[in-house]
């Protein structure tokens, strides 16, 4: 079977003598940039909606721990006169000493530990969200925020309380030595684990559907659940675990889990009995350096040593009006 490819007409599936036209609006440039499926969509808004509210719920937290916890305190020493503190509108006997209270101290350590908890948790649910679906890396500003909020989330619930911390004047020196590592440890945890290191973008997921459209003809690929990739076809080694193997669109894959196109496509296609393009290498050097983030790397097209054993045909889309001025 031979597809075909044009930008007014859509795919035209040569079948015999007979052409199936599957229409698109002519005289439009569809967008062909990879999309999520809807349940896909669904899933990463209720993270990131969740995510939004372990969020909130760590900055409430910490605001807690600033405005109220810091603040306690407990006098000893002799009785005294007693006189009002301008500064904070409490009595105080003159000569006692103010310390923070011990169960003021604890407090802030569980403080701690739970804003890391919530802070982590969100960062955790964000990050899967942002696989089921993704930025694009050309808005630059919108990538980056959007990948790395939960880095700047763990900032902004930890860096603020830290500070205080080390600058209250009621804590002895092994509360605040205490308190203070324990801040720092866990806000850098927080931070390190919002993180996304490798972050994936619809360049990328679209450079993966294109190639398997490309060497299959269609957008179907197989994948099974214990796996992190998914494959060309169903007779491939690595997925013959017992697991069902599922079929799908790139897209209903990265829904399953599956963010990216194996890069040992060329031997699955031997195994599999399909032709392989004669510049496969080629394209999995493409595809290594695009997974890694260098989505302006050039993806080849497949060379066939028989151009019957294409599977689809896509021409090179015309130039713009802009670029043929």
Not at 291 to 314: H, K, N, R, S
Request: net charge negative.
């Amino acid at each position: 079977m031979l597809r075909e490819f044009t930008e007014t007409e859509g795919f035209t599936v040569a079948e015999g003598n007979k052409d199936t036209a599957l229409p698109t609006e002519v005289g439009s440039a569809p967008d062909r940039s990879w999309s999520p499926t809807a349940e896909g969509r669904r899933k990463a808004t209720t993270f990131r909606w969740i995510a939004a509210a372990l969020w909130a719920i760590a900055i409430a937290a910490e605001a807690v721990a600033i405005f109220w916890l810091l603040r306690q305190r407990e006098f000893t020493g002799a009785d005294g006169e007693l006189v009002r503190n301008p500064d904070t509108g409490l009595l105080e006997e003159r000569g006692a000493t103010a310390q923070f209270p011990q169960w003021a101290f604890i407090a802030l350590l569980v403080a701690f530990v739970v804003i890391a908890a919530l802070s982590i948790t969100g960062s955790i649910l964000w990050k899967k969200a942002n696989r089921l679906d993704p930025a694009k890396k050309s808005d630059t500003v919108r990538f980056f925020v959007q990948n790395q909020l939960g880095a700047i989330i763990a900032v902004i619930a930890f860096l603020p309380l830290i500070i205080l911390v080390f600058l209250n004047k009621d804590m002895d020196k092994g509360q605040k030595t205490t308190a203070g590592i324990i801040g720092v440890v866990l806000a850098v945890a927080a931070v390190a684990l919002g993180i996304d290191y490798n972050p994936p973008s619809v360049e990328q997921y679209t450079a993966d559907r294109s190639t398997v459209i490309q060497l299959l003809g269609q957008d179907e690929v197989v994948w099974v659940d214990g796996g992190s990739v998914y494959h060309v076809c169903e007779e491939v080694p690595d997925i013959q675990t017992g697991s069902e193997k599922r079929t799908g669109t790139t897209a209903e894959a990265v829904e399953a889990g599956k963010i990216r196109l194996t890069l040992k496509f060329a031997s699955e296609l031997r195994t599999c009995g399909l032709a392989v393009p004669e510049n496969a290498d080629e394209i999995t050097d493409a595809l290594r350096a695009i997974q890694a983030g260098q989505v302006d790397t050039l993806l080849p097209a497949p060379v066939w040593a028989d151009p019957a054993d294409a599977p689809i045909e896509v021409p090179d889309a015309a130039p713009s009006a802009e670029e043929s001025e």
